[in-house]
């Protein structure tokens, strides 16, 4: 019994990954597309990767360049370089995209990747949740995937519609809602999260 409960354990822990999306400089104080909540998101990811690492699960990194004269994460600008709180650390995995839909991205091969390690379970977070983030569950779940979003690991920004403008935490709290509704296994927090992994 004590060995099926080991091979369970092992398992599981090789069926998950974490995926960070779009935790770049240009999201953050002074950067070209401040986001609201960003550091406390970027602090919660930086809890899960180094949980993550600690049990030699897959850490997966994604970021987003633009071309020269984009209106953010420029290539070759400081804000498209990762926040320190997310630096890649040896062993991680880090993708480019250009479009946002990671997964739509013939360039990151990611689902390749994620099919290679035998990932079957892939948490999310990162930024923005009405674009990147919305994007990417959508995409995993479609593809198969077992999707947890945590949801204090993400962060967005006021958006305005026919003369209507929605505050940040609604446009985040909208998201959230629908993808918890129809896309994910689950949408959890950090500390909920941290607490559906192996100990």
């Not at 995409?139 to 958006?159: I, N, Q, S, Y």
Request: charged share 20%; with cysteine.
């Amino acid at each position: 019994p004590n060995r099926i409960l080991t091979q369970l354990k092992q398992t599981r822990m090789e069926a998950s990954a974490l995926l960070i999306v779009d935790l770049q400089r240009d999201y953050f104080d002074g950067g070209r597309m401040q986001l609201e909540g960003t550091l406390q998101a970027a602090q919660n990811a930086h809890d899960l990767a180094e949980a993550f690492r600690q049990r030699k699960l897959q850490v997966v990194h994604v970021h987003h360049i633009s071309p020269s004269g984009g209106p953010f994460f420029e290539e070759g600008t400081e804000g498209a370089a990762p926040h320190p709180l997310v630096a890649p650390q040896k062993g991680d995995h880090v993708v480019v995209k250009h479009t946002v839909n990671v997964f739509n991205d013939a360039n990151t091969k990611l689902t390749a990747l994620l099919r290679e390690q035998q990932v079957k379970r892939i948490f999310v977070c990162g930024a923005m949740s009405h674009m990147c983030v919305d994007a990417a569950v959508r995409a995993a779940a479609d593809l198969g995937f077992e999707v947890v979003l945590v949801h204090d690991a993400c962060a967005t920004r006021e958006l305005a519609f026919g003369g209507v403008t929605v505050p940040a935490k609604q446009v985040h709290a909208a998201f959230m809602a629908a993808l918890a509704w129809g896309y994910c296994k689950q949408c959890v927090s950090t500390t909920e999260a941290l607490a559906l992994l192996p100990k």
